[in-house]
Every structure is written in C-alpha cells, then in structure tokens.
C-alpha cells in the first residue's frame, strides 16, 4: 500500500537549518508529484514545495523562495526538505504526499495519500 514516512523535524532557533526526509513506499514515484505541506495551528495546510519526480521540475510558495530546496534520491525512493533560514512562521507539522502530476501543485484536492506528519518548531 501506499505509505510515507516522515522524518528530520525538531526544534530549532531563528536562522537555524533542518532537513526533512519523505520515504515513499507502494507505488511507482515517477508518475507523481509529491509536495511538502505544513500546519500551524488553528490554520489550514497549506503547500509549501513540490517536485514532479518524472522531470525534476520543482515548486515553492513565495514566503520559502531562496530559502528551501527539495530534492529527491530516487535509489532511496526519498524526498528531502532543506530548510534554511528557518523562521517563527515556518513553525507547524510538516507533511509529504503524493499528487497529481498534472494538477497544481499546491492544491490539497490534488494529493490522494499522506504521511503522519514531523514537527518543526522554530524559537528561541
């Protein structure tokens, strides 16, 4: 079956550096987008990065443009999340899932399978 299995959140201080990994499992990647998603409290997920594996064509929201980089290793079947410069307001519960190639990246009705989630707290 279809699984993700997120891993890399923690705590850290504003300006610090994390690096989150997605292993996906049950499914042939190349045909997907897969996305990192985030939550801060009392608010909606909203799409932060996202890859198309097929091409490597690669999409960010405008608040982590030039500070987040999402990489994929396709031996390991795994898409990484680098963060740096990281923020009070990147803080919340970070999620990767698998998405419609074809639709738009950041839309949550495109992603039919999620991970659990890891937290990434920034403060000092």
């Known amino acids: 079956q279809v699984q993700f299995v997120e891993s890399g959140g923690g705590l850290v201080q504003p300006g610090g550096s994390l690096r989150l990994s997605c292993a996906a499992s049950g499914f042939t990647l190349r045909y997907y987008a897969i996305g990192w998603f985030r939550q801060a409290p009392g608010k909606e997920r909203e799409g932060v990065s996202c890859?198309?594996?097929?091409?490597?064509?690669?999409f960010y929201t405008d608040s982590v443009k030039g500070r987040f980089t999402i990489s994929i290793d396709n031996s390991k079947n795994t898409v990484y999340l680098q963060m740096n410069s990281l923020k009070p307001e990147d803080t919340g519960v970070y999620y990767c899932?698998?998405?419609?190639?074809?639709?738009?990246?950041?839309?949550?009705?495109?992603?039919?399978?999620w991970g659990q989630g890891t937290q990434v707290t920034v403060s000092s």
């Open positions: 899932g698998r998405g419609n190639r074809y639709g738009s990246p950041f839309d949550r009705n495109e992603y039919d399978h």
């Open positions: 890859i198309h594996v097929f091409d490597g064509s690669t």
